[in-house]
């Protein structure tokens, strides 16, 4: 069983609510053999197994987990995948942020060089951008020479 839930605007925003068909919310899934919660992560378990708000059917633990992914209920009831709420991918098992991933190819000098180019080429206009690649070009051909 699956839905998509939204925080009430008018209302408690602490208070989950089934999202009108058409709106955008967080997809939740209930129902027999959903886990009872994470090993060990009493606070991870607190926060994305929250109470049955729905009364669904077949749902023994009354419990909904918050998948973090976005989703809507189109006009035929079915589920709609629009995303992650989040940045976050998961990667052989593990769950990782993006902004983890790109601040270690940015340590790369090389792969930093690249990025902030391409900034460069799709906003010319961008001094602080020109500023960066200047520094980067200096810290690679350091770092050249280091390794020679």
Do not use: W
């Not at 790109?102 to 900034?119: G, K, S, T, W």
């Amino acid at each position: 069983m699956a839905s998509c839930r939204r925080r009430r605007r008018r209302s408690d925003p602490s208070v989950p609510a089934l999202a009108e068909t058409g709106e955008l919310g967080e997809i939740g899934i209930a129902g027999i053999g959903l886990a009872v919660g994470y090993l060990n992560r009493p606070d991870l378990t607190e926060q994305k197994f929250i109470p049955d708000f729905l009364d669904l059917p077949n749902n023994p633990s009354k419990r909904i987990y918050r998948t973090g992914d976005l989703g809507r209920i189109n006009e035929n009831g079915e589920i709609e995948y629009h995303g992650r709420i989040d940045t976050q991918v998961k990667i052989r098992g593990y769950r990782i942020e993006l902004g983890e991933i790109e601040a270690v190819l940015l340590d790369q000098p090389a792969i930093a060089l690249q990025y902030f180019e391409r900034a460069l080429r799709v906003n010319p206009n961008l001094e602080s951008t020109r500023q960066t690649i200047e520094i980067l070009k200096t810290l690679l051909i350091q770092r050249r020479k280091d390794t020679i």
